[in-house]
């Protein structure tokens, strides 16, 4: 997995055993979105985690065109297939806690009634699983409708349909759920209730630092539709050096103000898209522009501030890696100078710290806060950084399956940007280049750790 921060031998964290996360919710709600985000963050922390969706159980069991029966919950002749769906996923979350590795895993269904939970939460008792309930409430039907044009109209279940068929036909699907809508009643529980979608909160009867971590997290999380922007900081006119700190080269200068157009061009056509297929108008949306406090990054991001609804914040944590005593020296250098530093290097790039230096474990460490506050922005965001930082932010958003040692090696040439958008079904990326008419050269650097 990317850019754990903790590990131990064991696999579990904080002592606290195995926890079940409950989703509780109509649709349309933000619960898989808040699901596959807090998974991102538990494992990034290095808590092995996973979230089950009930949809995907039931496609793989009847397919994607099942009966408008099957979500009404006074139909009992679906009643059956229900359960039988639900029972099936929840046998495999006890088997990932208890015989897989598992520490954290969410069930990610409607659970809309009492005595339905009440069954669930004892299932998991049995097997020595702590649940924790999160309940999301939307009683604002505007965030309901962009959710469902948003993200439900691209589901599975859909891909025949036409955007407006599948909206009235999801909503029937909510109309046929909701008359046996029971909300959490039982303090007993331990529960979260989020409402309207990080509006306020109710907290309930949390145990343990994994509950408030997680807990911690929730407060903090929204299922707005935002985009993030990775890009490198421009040449400096001493590039190889950390301690210069220096300003922006010529080439420095032309490529933030190539920076500026393409990103800017880029963000026009995307809220052009989105009015044609949504009609939802973006255009007024702001950007807002991280920097680290290196001259030549803030330089670079100064391009932008001219232009309406562009902010610019200087972030010390955003400063790239201290490479220490290597200083203004290449792979090779290192090599002849510190010959057994540089193989403990090569056997963990991630982890290896040379003296007086940072490793790249160090700075995702660094950045925990910057992650945090990225989770909870709602406006759209241009990080620009060194690329030692981008790698570590980029890893945080990337698939489970990202090794470690594969971080100190990723690429972000300055002739392209970044473009990430998490979604509720996961967080999509492009790299899109700036035009050939535009583009800088790319100025060649074999700088040991690669700080620039």
Known sequence: MAAQLYKTHTGQLFHAGSIVIINVGLPARGKTH?????????????????????????????????SPDYFDLGNTEMAGARTRAEDTCISDIVEYLTTGGGQLAIFDASNLQAARRRQIYD???QHKIRPLFVEYICENEAIVDENIRKVKISSPDYVTLDPDSAVQDF???IANMEPYYETIEDNDLSYIKLYNVGEHFV?????????????????NLHISDRTIYLARSGESSNEGSYKSDAPLSEIGHRYAHNLQDAI??????????????TGVDMSKRALKVWTSTHV??????????????????????????????????????????????????LRDPYHHRYSLAESYHDVSVRLEPVILEL?????????????????????????????????????????????????????????????PSMATPEPVSDNATEHN
Request: charge should be positive.
């Open 34 to 66: 808040g699901s596959r985000s807090l998974i991102r963050y538990m494992n990034w922390l290095g808590v092995k985690s996973k979230s089950y969706h009930m949809g995907q159980y039931r496609r793989r069991l009847y397919g994607s065109d099942i």
């Open 171 to 173: 909503k029937r699907r």
């Open 375 to 435: 989770e909870r922005e709602h406006d759209d965001i241009l990080i620009i950084a060194p690329e030692s930082v981008l790698r570590c932010i980029y890893a945080y958003f990337a698939p489970q399956g990202l090794p470690d040692s594969l971080i100190p090696t990723l690429a972000f040439p300055r002739s392209i940007f970044v473009e990430l958008k998490p979604t509720a079904y996961g967080c999509k990326e492009r790299r899109i280049g700036i035009s």
């Open 264 to 277: 800017l061009r880029r963000i026009k056509q995307r809220n052009d898209e989105a009015l044609v297929k």
């Open 296 to 345: 030549k990054s803030y330089q670079t991001a100064e391009y932008f501030a001219q232009h309406e609804n562009v902010s610019v914040r200087r972030r010390m944590l955003l400063k790239g890696i201290n490479p220490g005593v290597c200083e203004n020296m290449s792979l090779q250098e290192v090599k002849k100078k510190f010959p057994e530093e540089y193989q403990e290097y």
């Open 123 to 125: 299932t998991f008792e």
């Open 203 to 219: 907290v309930n009867n949390i145990r343990g630092y994994l509950q408030s971590r997680v807990v911690f997290y929730l407060m």
